[in-house]
């Protein structure tokens, strides 16, 4: 279930909102400047599809937001568990780490459109931190600029389309705050717990 959790800025002690309806996360989000999307799901998409299988499934809808607003680059990110990886978890530590310290793009909009599983955005904003859990048929779109984190869990499943205004790609700076170890993580939202 997508969900938006508001806490002010000093602790996660007070839920200032509490949200899974997606129209009230979208205005919820965007006198900050996000953006939240509902696409259509392809049921028929298998959650480990390639990322040609996803290009394919999600054509239109790429081809629509890459023309409306100027994309680059797309590309497709996935993670998922694998009995037969023996570096798996090694694999999912190390993207975990990579993304879960607070940072801004100062280059470009962070927009990702989740075709399968799930990842937290907080999004550290007017004194206040956003979690938005985005699941399968989420689109978020982050402002440049904008000071936030990404948490996939420590047994991390989901494939995204990534949309890129810059060629270069993911390029994060990071803010050296801790703040994101004071915020509950994916895991502690989600109850699923580590692996």
Known sequence: MTLL???????????V???SEPAE??????PIGVRYERWPVREDLAPDADSDAVFSAYRAEIDRLTATEGFATVDVVAL????DDPGFAEKA??????????????DDDE????????????????GEVH?????RGDL???PKGTTHWFDMGTRPAFTAIRFFHEEDGWIGTFTGSGISRRFPDFDTITGQGAA
Do not use: M, N, Q
């Not at 996360?25 to 965007?30: E, Q, Y």
């Not at 998922?80 to 009995?83: A, C, G, L, R």
């Not at 927009?111 to 007017?126: E, K, Q, T, W």
């Open 80 to 83: 998922h568990p694998s009995d």
């Open 111 to 126: 927009v990702r459109f989740f075709v399968a599983g799930s990842g937290i955005f907080y999004l550290h904003v007017g």
């Open 25 to 30: 996360i979208a205005a919820a989000l965007a």
């Open 131 to 135: 979690a938005v859990l985005c699941e």
């Open 93 to 106: 530590k190390a993207a975990r780490k990579k993304f879960l310290e607070e940072h801004t793009h100062d």
């Open 5 to 15: 959790t508001t806490w002010p800025e000093s602790g996660p002690e007070t839920v």
């Open 17 to 19: 909102r509490r949200t």
């Open 140 to 142: 978020l779109g982050v």
